[in-house]
Every structure is written in C-alpha cells, then in structure tokens.
C-alpha cells in the first residue's frame, strides 16, 4: 500500500486547534506547571506544523522534545506515528500509533491509520483470543481507572461506617437505611477488589514492536541457540521476561522464544 500523500497526511495529523484542550488536559492531569504547558503546546504546534509541511524529521526532533519531558497524549503519540511512518520506520510508527490506542482505544483517526500501517508488515500470524476475563477486566479499567475505584471504594465504606453509627449509636432504623447500607457495602467491595485486582494482576501485557527488518526467535537466550522461526519488522509482541540484553516474547499465534532486547521497542 503506497503512503499517504502530504495532503492526505494534513488531513489527518492532529491539529493544534481542534486538539488543543484534549492535549492540555493531559499535561495537566501530568502535573506540570503553566509555563511548561505552554512550552510543550508551542512545540507540539510547532511539530504539526512541520508535519503538514511535509518535513517529518523536523517535525519528530519538535515531539520528541515533549516526549523526553515524560508527557504523554494520543495526540502527540498520534503525530510521532505518522511522521515515522513517512520516514519508512515501519516497527517505530506502529509503536507510536498502538501507544496513542493505548490511551484513546476508539479514536477511528488511530485505528485507520494503525490498519494502513499494519497492512505493510511481513508477518501475518493468527492470533490467539484472549480469555474474555481478560477482555472484561481490561474493559473495566478503561472505564474505571485502578486510582478513582480505589477511592470510590473507600468512600462507600466510610459511608456504610456512617451509617452503621447511626444505626447503633443514634438508634436511626427503616427500610431506606437498610437498603443504603447494603449499597455502600456492595459498592465498596465490588470497586475495591477492582482496584487490588488491577493492580496485583493486570489485564494489559507488556507488549513491544519487532524494530530491525528481521530477526530469529530462539529456543535460548545465546546467539548460538537453535533457531525456531523468524519475525520481521512492525510484529507486536508481549514481552514475558528480560535477562541481560536478552528478552523473552511471545508472538500472536502463541510460539516463544528470545530475542535480542535492543531489537525491541515497549508500547
């Protein structure tokens, strides 16, 4: 599939004025200070501006700068795609493009682009599906997020605490009080054990993208180990252990084996 056009990547870059306060929010939300808000927004302008130019290094060295500053936004990950993507780095571009999913899962912008993206890559494995707990828990902590359920967990019990004193202290009694302790105790619980669930075993792997053209997928983590398939450029693949310069993927359809860590970039 041919790139895209400069035209047709202005038409999609995301742009400072309709994007302005999504991106705000998010540095906001990082706790950074005014000036360096604004600084980051002047550079990402800058970037975008670049980017519909149709000078991409330019543009990437302009949000790199923000990225170094550890800010981090689907619209700025958004842009770093498309730039690496008319730069022909195919693994970088997907990384970038599956990092601003990551946090704006059904922005069609990034799903478009992330399909024309992946369409280039030289693998085509089957996936295996993921276990739908697995899908559900994800679901949950996208909408509810582990910090907010962790609180409105704790609020509810100290509701259901309340209420309790009121119960056996101020001798306060009838149907309506029954059914808000029942609620609180029930809320309580049902956001707590979300939060310590999350955060104890969560349902998003560690997942990196293959960045050199090609590389061997080996039984060991030794450059001498027999060799069980090889993967090229752009594949996505959860990372199950690291030692040394070695890391252990596993690839869509299930198979394992190490690679060279600095063959990798993590999502």
């Avoid at 992330?114 to 697995?134: G, I, M, N, Q, Y």
């Avoid at 704790?154 to 259901?160: C, Q």
């Avoid at 809320?187 to 310590?196: N, S």
């Amino acid at each position: 599939m041919k790139y895209w056009t400069t035209r047709q990547t202005a038409r999609r870059v995301a742009r400072p004025l309709s994007h302005m306060i999504i991106l705000v929010i998010f540095l906001s939300i990082a706790g950074k200070t005014n000036a360096q808000v604004e600084d980051a927004l002047s550079q990402f302008d800058a970037g975008t501006a670049l980017l519909i130019d149709g000078q991409f290094s330019e543009a990437l060295a302009q949000f790199e700068k923000i990225e170094a500053l550890e800010w981090s936004s689907p619209e700025l990950f958004y842009n770093m795609g498309l730039a690496h993507h008319r730069m022909d780095r195919l693994g970088e571009a997907i990384r970038y493009l599956e990092k601003a999913r990551h946090l704006s899962p059904d922005d069609p912008r990034i799903l478009h682009s992330l399909t024309v993206a992946t369409s280039r890559r030289a693998d085509s494995f089957s996936e295996l599906p993921e276990p739908f707990w697995k899908r559900s828990q994800a679901w949950a902590l996208r909408t509810v997020p582990i910090t907010p359920a962790f609180w409105i967990g704790i609020l509810a019990y100290l509701a259901l605490i309340g209420l309790l004193v009121a119960k056996h202290v101020l001798f306060v009694e009838g149907d309506w009080f029954r059914r808000s302790r029942l609620a609180a105790g029930v809320v309580g619980g049902i956001f707590l054990l979300h939060a310590f669930t999350s955060s104890a075993w969560p349902p998003f792997n560690d997942r990196a993208v293959v960045l050199a053209d090609r590389i061997e997928l080996l039984e060991q983590a030794d450059s001498e180990a027999e060799q069980i398939l090889d993967v090229h450029e752009g594949l996505v693949v959860i990372i199950k252990a690291q030692a040394s310069d070695w890391t252990f993927i596993q690839i869509p359809n299930g198979s394992r084996g190490w690679v060279p860590t600095n063959t990798l970039g993590e999502i």
